[in-house]
């Protein structure tokens, strides 16, 4: 948890909204006290309400959608982009609207957004005990388009806070959003809005209260026996590492690493005692040019859909069989682990995590009740350590475990993956520090990551990559014209004059851009529709001709897949489709599947280009794989979809529409940056085992490259790469035959 001088000092520094628009400082004083969603940081958990003074808006009215019995709660939803849903509305031109926060509060703040109401808007704001005697806080006047800041004066306080906002005459007001920042009390007497999420004693792993504290090796957690961990019970996790550690990898605590490189161990700390305790847990003598990182895991709910799921659902699920039942509804998993520095606050952590007493003191005291266990991973990085054994220790309070390390004469390859993952960078509600834009950038550029579909705009994410990433690449779509989606529709037999000059206009506006954030060309790529298949194919090679004609320096991405709803084309119609304008493309990242057929490798995947890769939909069901077959191809590199793409708060699975977090999230968003997951380590030692593999070919080691890789191959499931265990392969044990020998 930051200190209070941090928090000050950040506070000054400029920030970014979520709009784009860039704000000098400070940010705002205090706490949100209005509980909009997609705000991470400080907040009391107000409970707030609110309701309107006559007139009632009502073009559009505050309801939920096109339900007008449901009240929308639309000024304090987290949302300001969209369609009629998002604003309410007011033809008179003026909104008196009353919010009740059920508590004491001193009101600091008011940011107000108003993007759809044409000219200025005023206004005043009122504070009050009883919300029936009113004192003026503050008035406002200003133009639509930042979040209009308000200031309020004197002693604004009270229960109660009335803004009363009004358009220019004859104006229709329209309101998106209101945010309210300040110090509120709360106690027995006024607890936090917060709904604990159910926990029943999952952690809850072992009968014995005459022992003491332990740690216990426990594997991978992003795997269980080939199957995912993610699908499995907390309790068989962290139980079957206390009990019978036997059945998993990692079960001794020795590791041997390259120089130049990070891997992961997690371990289970549980309490035999017969009290709570809170445990101090630390690293130990990792010696100099090792570097070292704790991490606690916390639990988060694991929700399915409930609904019969489409084919193509089950398909990005990995889900085989029946469908998950409702009695699924409250398994929790270990998805985020948070370091120290990284670690929210206490009520943060109260609402969206089940074990918040493991975590919000964590390192110092990590609270344990009797029986249990909380999971703790440890990060070992090397850099420039010298080669020879060490002697690390793992201590949770009077318990300790020695973690054998040993550095192999053995470096990395400095030559790094090319990778690609969809939907780059988290975000936060209703903006972003600049600590939490570095530190979301540093997230993706440790994963690995190389290619961004974003552009580097002065202050904002990109930037910070292109200029801390060397040879890091851009990527936007081609156009935003019509026929861009006509032609993924598969709509395009030719181009229309109407679309080439579409296109070139879109061309000149990217190139225009690119010089203005001072990005060269050479690094910036325009993608073509999404996916080409059979129907769409076609359009998009006529796309691609027409952009090389006028545009050759530009380079061109596509996503070949050919999925035809329960497999996959074959190579002769993929070819009959691509052959004729594949070779225009200069970052080729088909589907994984589509890789393996050798026809499609030698005709189209495999020939020379500037970069040549796959991807995989989603990371989890690929996992390390994807780095070895990558080698075994001939590829530069790898795509995933997706780093960071929930379909609702991506703390609550309850809100979303389809989908996991193992899917959709391998990062979880906090204010100044973000807690990694275990499928985040997994494809970050996904981008080192490439790597590894790149070194054996670097220092002329072939026959034991081509063995590793032959083995692996060996190793392919019957069933198919599709499955969840597409590969029956010990990656570690095989890392170490890289550095030793077999």
Not at 126 to 141: I, L, Y
Not at 319 to 347: C, T, W
Request: some cysteine.
């Amino acid at each position: 948890m930051p200190s209070a001088i941090a928090i000050l000092l950040a506070a000054a520094l400029p920030f970014t909204w979520v709009t784009g628009e860039r704000d000098a400082g400070p940010e705002p004083k205090g706490r949100l006290l209005t509980d909009n969603p997609g705000w991470h940081g400080r907040a009391v958990y107000t409970g707030v309400e609110y309701s309107f003074e006559p007139p009632v808006p009502d073009n559009p009215g505050d309801w939920f959608g096109e339900d007008r019995t449901v009240n929308g709660r639309r000024l304090l939803d987290g949302k300001i982009d969209g369609d009629w849903h998002v604003p309410v509305g007011s033809t008179e031109g003026d909104i008196k609207v009353v919010f009740d926060f059920k508590r004491g509060c001193v009101f600091n703040e008011v940011d107000l957004f108003s993007s759809r109401t044409e000219g200025a808007i005023s206004g005043e704001v009122f504070a009050s005990v009883d919300g029936k005697s009113w004192r003026k806080a503050g008035e406002f006047e200003g133009a639509k388009t930042r979040p209009l800041r308000i200031a309020l004066r004197g002693k604004a306080e009270g229960r109660y806070l009335k803004l009363a906002a009004k358009a220019q005459a004859g104006q229709h007001l329209r309101l998106d959003e209101v945010l309210v920042w300040g110090e509120a009390k709360k106690g027995e007497k006024t607890p936090e809005a917060i709904k604990p999420i159910p926990y029943h004693g999952e952690l809850q792993v072992s009968e014995k209260r005459d022992g003491g504290v332990k740690i216990v090796p426990i594997g991978d957690i992003a795997y269980e026996d080939g199957t995912g961990f993610l699908d499995s019970s907390i309790r068989r996790f962290v139980d079957s590492s206390v009990e019978n550690s036997s059945i998993r990898r990692f079960v001794d605590s020795s590791i041997l690493m390259a120089v130049s490189e990070t891997e992961s161990r997690y371990f289970a700390v549980v309490n035999e005692t017969a009290k709570r305790v809170a445990v101090p847990v630390k690293i130990e003598g990792a010696g100099d040019g090792v570097e070292s990182e704790l991490l606690v895991g916390g639990l988060v709910r694991i929700e399915h859909p409930t609904r019969k799921l489409t084919a193509r659902e089950r398909f990005d699920m990995t889900i085989v069989g029946e469908d998950p039942k409702a009695g699924d509804l409250d398994r929790l998993g270990f998805f985020p682990f948070f370091s120290e520095r990284m670690i929210p606050e206490a009520n943060f952590l109260a609402k969206r995590i089940a074990n918040p007493w493991q975590v919000k003191r964590f390192p110092k005291a990590m609270g344990l009740n009797p029986g249990e266990a909380a999971v703790v991973m440890v990060k070992l990085t090397t850099k420039n350590a010298k080669p020879g054994k060490r002697a690390a220790r793992l201590v949770a309070g009077n318990a300790a475990l020695t973690i054998d390390l040993t550095v192999a004469d053995f470096r990395l390859s400095e030559q790094r993956p090319w990778v690609y993952a969809w939907n780059p960078f988290t975000r936060q509600f209703p903006y972003e520090s600049a600590a939490r834009l570095k530190n979301d950038a540093e997230a993706m550029i440790k994963l690995g990551v190389t290619h961004y579909f974003t552009w580097p705009d002065p202050g904002t994410k990109g930037e910070y990559v292109m200029k801390h990433l060397e040879n890091s690449t851009f990527a936007d779509w081609m156009t935003h014209a019509p026929v861009f989606n006509r032609a993924y529709a598969g709509k395009v037999d030719e181009l229309t004059d109407e679309d080439k000059e579409a296109i070139r206009e879109s061309y000149e506006q990217n190139i225009a851009r690119a010089k203005r954030d001072g990005l060269p060309l050479e690094r910036l790529f325009l993608e073509l529709p999404d996916e080409p298949g059979v129907r769409s194919s076609h359009g998009v090679g006529e796309m691609a001709k027409y952009a090389k004609v006028i545009h050759p320096e530009i380079g061109l991405f596509s996503d070949p897949s050919f999925w035809m709803g329960e497999n996959f084309a074959n190579h002769d119609l993929i070819y009959s489709r691509l052959g004729d304008w594949f070779d225009l493309v200069d970052i080729s990242v088909p589907y994984r599947t589509l890789v393996e057929d050798a026809d499609n490798r030698a005709k189209l995947f495999a020939k020379p280009r500037r970069v040549k890769a796959q991807y995989a939909h989603p990371p989890r069901r690929a996992g390390r794989s994807i780095a070895w077959n990558s080698i075994r191809y001939g590829l530069d590199g790898f795509a995933f979809w997706t780093y960071f793409a929930p379909s609702g708060d991506p703390w609550d699975m309850r809100t979303w529409d389809i989908y996991e977090y193992d899917r959709c999230e391998m990062v979880f968003p906090l204010e100044n940056g973000v807690a990694i997951t275990p499928l985040y380590e997994t494809m970050r030692e996904a981008v080192e085992d490439y790597r590894l593999l790149k070194a054996l070919e670097e220092r002329g080691e072939t026959a034991k490259l081509k063995r590793l890789i032959d083995d692996f191959a060996a190793s392919r499931n019957p069933d198919g790469i599709e499955g969840n265990v597409p590969y029956r392969f010990d990656f570690d044990a095989a890392r170490v035959k890289a550095m030793t020998g077999f």
